[in-house]
């Protein structure tokens, strides 16, 4: 969800993104590159955080308190541990 991300021009390698709040691979995601690879060709998949994202840092009641929402936001403390953490559901899901 990081409107700095518009200015790559991935598009124009052919390149799919997928973009939600905080990065992270999700039920949703994961239902989007099995389509993505099965159906469109795709072949390689990145995972991508961006610096200074607003669920770092902050709780899910915090962000509750702010929305409104009482829903799990998928906060985290280190992006390089989250990418982690993605990279790996990624592989070990057998999907791909």
């Given at each position: ?11 124009a ?38 610096s ?45």
């Amino acid at each position: 969800m990081d409107p700095r991300v518009q200015s790559v021009d991935v598009h124009a390698n052919g390149a799919f993104m997928l973009r939600n709040a905080g990065g992270r691979v999700t039920d949703d995601v994961i239902r989007s590159l099995v389509l993505c690879t099965r159906m469109l060709g795709v072949t390689e998949i990145t995972v991508l955080h961006h610096s200074d994202c607003r669920l770092q840092g902050v709780t899910n009641d915090e962000l509750a308190l702010l929305t409104g929402a009482s829903v799990d936001f998928l906060t985290f403390e280190d992006s390089a541990t989250t990418v982690s953490e993605d990279v790996h559901r990624l592989r070990t899901c057998g999907l791909f």
